[in-house]
């Protein structure tokens, strides 16, 4: 049922912040899962909006996060866990697409029931969608971080991969947040993109850092069965494995040069502007995750929404996903890390010591230059990371 306004829905115990000092922090996610059109590569679960669903959908949000009615249904421990939470992560999809008074509502509550005063607020905006008024509007919700959909900062790349503006309108949307007081700004790139070279990667790299981004994020992109690039995989010209490993060195070389330190496989950033929120997931921290599509880890449980809007609407329960934060799940999110797997880290989050088998392990010959390992932690070397799955698999499979 549409809803013509934003009110919302009644309450008999709405949820309020219980504090418990002794516990970390958590995260909140919230997925909005509208795109205007579908990138020739992505594999994510996106709709196109019509406004009676994306008035609904919102409702619908602001209903869960106020009383936590279906997520209790599945686990409900749930009324009665410190929710108090330290990072806000509105994801999608394209939140942007769905303007700011509703991101500030959303924004609003989460403030009001489970935020800190100094909670990372961070809303993923695509530079199509993103306007002076749409930053004004979220700046004055609290929001004080902007992820943006980049890609590339070269037009012919950003075309081929279906961006609908060029590198000109990136550049607009990052001045528009600053002028609005968000300065704290993360820019999405990809590796491994058809005739990308690393010259033109590192060109990418420089347009984030003159714009002034404190964060990038670089995925390499992959081929998805059922997306358009994935039939098209023959005549698509992508970088060759060895290509790929040589554009990805010398990004990661290039970006740490301009002072973005890398601190996970994928993540970049100037000291101190690591995503907090995004840090939770590689340490399974627990997070809460409202929305279709979106995942979430509590109390040792995992859980997620369908992916499908109509579901969530229509108020269905999550799905469980079975057992979360295990031992080998924790090894296994904490090698993604530049930091790695620390002995007093896994000692501190288990109560025991990290198997002597996995050091063992780390120490063959086999790893030698893909992994390094010390007295304080095991890590995996920047080339490690190019084959991360495949010895993280190897490597702490007595957890399994
Ligand atoms: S904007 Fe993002 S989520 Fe939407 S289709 Fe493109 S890549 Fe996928």
Redesign the pocket.
Known sequence: MPHAQWVLPPSSSPRRLQLNMNKALKGIYIHIPF?E???P??D?Y?TAPSPEAVESYVYAVLSELENLERTAEIYPDIKNADLKSDTLYIG???PSLIGGERLSRIVRLCRELYLTADAEITVEC?PHSSSSELFEALAKAGVNRISL?MQSANDTERKLL?RRSGADAVLKAVNAAKSCGIDNISLDLMLGIPNQSAESLKRSVDFCAHAGAKHISAYILSLEEGTPFFKLRDSLKLPDEDETCEIYMEACEYAESLGYGQYEISNFALPGFESRHNLKYWSCEEYLGIGSASHSLFGSHRWFFSRSVDDFINKMPPVPDGEGDTEYEYAMLRLRLKDGLTYEGFRKHFGHELPARISEKSQSKVYRGLVEADTVRIALTRKGFLVSNAIIGDLIDCLY
Request: net charge positive.
């Open positions: 795109c059109s579908k990138c590569y992505c994510f996106s999608g999809g394209t695509n959909g279906g």
